[in-house]
């Protein structure tokens, strides 16, 4: 299958190409499980060349297992062949961490690079031992400069082809654009016809920072997930109109609005039909009815939010944007 893709960075660079849709790992509980191995294999068979992971899923060693037995059976014939994103943690947010976290993960992904590197949120945490949930004492305000120059230094080295952020919102943006010398190529946030983030993605668009879409199906199974999406009413009569799945409409809307969507399922009949959205379009009118929307986030990201810490509310978080 040939998935189209979305080109980061500048014009001028020639844009590192991105395939339009990622394979997610993200299972709840956060925690290593061969299942994983064995959905990157079938994921790559099927066609899938993007892949996303983080420290925090606990996911990036049997992701590089995957990777390593696709390579071995002859799935495909060279690494280059697949984009691989992962993300640093809270706890490793700080200008000293960032790099031996970035190293850490390729060694837990039999890599020597990854495609994207993304800061994972905009907080930071006491360093030590990677906690999930995340102890509310632990969580502090991030140095944006000093971790952003760290990232920097990443794709300087070439440990990472292209650096971005997740969970950030304008303002934050602002000030990390404010000092930087490489913008971030990617901003990865939850994003579904539910929570469209129409002034964020205006924004991104006139910064040139590409979207990813992560939960784009609300996330349903998940502490913070909803069936918001599967179940609302306009986007089932649209996907029984144009004989899909409501899945598939909301993947395709969100690659519409030129976005890649991040989606994670480990059933062969699931990643196959979460594919097929590249050969058709919405309707006019589909994207009217989808427009109009009652808007309302998902994850509002309450575990990062702490009397003692840098952010006292969800509006605070997300600096209104919600």
Same mark, same amino acid.
Not at 190 to 202: A, G, I, N, T
């Given at each position: 299958m040939?998935?189209?893709?979305?080109?980061? &960075?500048?014009?001028?660079? &020639? &844009?590192?190409?991105?395939p339009?849709?990622?394979?997610? #790992?993200?299972?709840f509980?956060?925690?290593?499980?061969e299942?994983?191995?064995?959905? /990157?294999?079938?994921?790559?068979?099927v066609?899938?060349r993007?892949l996303? #992971?983080?420290a925090?899923?606990n996911?990036?060693?049997?992701?590089?297992?995957g990777i390593?037995?696709?390579?071995?059976?002859?799935?495909?014939?060279?690494?280059?062949?697949?984009?691989v #994103?992962?993300?640093?943690?809270?706890?490793?947010?700080?200008?000293q961490?960032?790099?031996?976290?970035?190293?850490?993960?390729l060694?837990n992904?039999?890599l020597?690079y990854?495609?994207?590197?993304?800061?994972?949120?905009?907080?930071?945490?006491?360093?030590?031992?990677?906690?999930?949930p /995340?102890?509310?004492e632990?969580?502090?305000a991030?140095?944006?400069?000093?971790?952003?120059?760290?990232?920097?230094?990443?794709?300087?080295?070439?440990?990472?082809?292209?650096?971005?952020v997740?969970?950030f919102?304008?303002k934050k943006?602002?000030?990390?654009l404010?000092?930087?010398?490489?913008?971030?190529?990617?901003?990865?946030?939850?994003?579904?016809?539910?929570?469209?983030?129409?002034?964020?993605?205006?924004?991104?668009y006139?910064?040139? =920072?590409?979207?990813c879409?992560y939960?784009?199906?609300?996330a349903?199974? #998940?502490?913070?997930?909803?069936n918001?999406v599967?179940?609302?009413?306009r986007?089932?009569?649209i996907a029984?109109?144009r004989?899909?799945?409501?899945?598939?409409?909301?993947?395709?809307?969100?690659w519409?609005?030129?976005?890649?969507?991040?989606v994670?399922?480990?059933?062969?009949?699931?990643m196959?039909e979460?594919l097929?959205?590249?050969?058709?379009s919405?309707?006019?009118?589909?994207l009217?009815? =989808?427009?109009?929307?009652?808007?309302?986030?998902i994850?509002?990201?309450?575990?990062? =939010?702490?009397?003692?810490?840098?952010?006292?509310?969800?509006?605070?978080?997300w600096?209104?944007? =919600?």
């Amino acid at each position: 299958m040939n998935i189209p893709v979305i080109k980061l &960075g500048s014009v001028e660079e &020639g &844009g590192v190409p991105m395939p339009g849709i990622a394979m997610g #790992t993200a299972s709840f509980p956060f925690k290593e499980t061969e299942a994983t191995r064995d959905a /990157v294999v079938e994921a790559i068979k099927v066609g899938y060349r993007h892949l996303d #992971t983080a420290a925090a899923y606990n996911s990036e060693k049997y992701t590089g297992e995957g990777i390593a037995e696709a390579l071995r059976i002859g799935l495909i014939d060279s690494r280059d062949e697949l984009f691989v #994103t992962s993300k640093l943690w809270c706890q490793d947010a700080y200008p000293q961490l960032v790099l031996p976290a970035l190293r850490k993960s390729l060694e837990n992904l039999q890599l020597e690079y990854l495609d994207l590197y993304l800061i994972h949120w905009p907080v930071s945490m006491k360093p030590g031992e990677l906690k999930y949930p /995340v102890p509310k004492e632990d969580i502090c305000a991030m140095d944006f400069k000093g971790v952003w120059e760290a990232m920097e230094e990443c794709q300087r080295l070439g440990l990472a082809k292209s650096i971005g952020v997740s969970n950030f919102s304008c303002k934050k943006l602002d000030e990390l654009l404010s000092t930087a010398k490489i913008p971030p190529a990617v901003n990865q946030v939850e994003m579904h016809p539910v929570w469209q983030q129409k002034k964020l993605r205006e924004y991104c668009y006139t910064k040139g =920072i590409r979207l990813c879409a992560y939960s784009p199906l609300g996330a349903k199974g #998940t502490p913070w997930g909803a069936n918001l999406v599967v179940d609302n009413e306009r986007l089932r009569e649209i996907a029984k109109k144009r004989g899909k799945s409501v899945a598939q409409v909301s993947l395709r809307w969100i690659w519409e609005q030129g976005v890649c969507p991040v989606v994670k399922s480990f059933k062969e009949e699931r990643m196959v039909e979460n594919l097929d959205i590249f050969d058709w379009s919405l309707t006019q009118e589909d994207l009217r009815v =989808i427009d109009v929307v009652p808007q309302q986030k998902i994850n509002t990201a309450e575990e990062f =939010i702490s009397p003692f810490g840098p952010y006292k509310t969800p509006q605070e978080f997300w600096d209104g944007e =919600i």
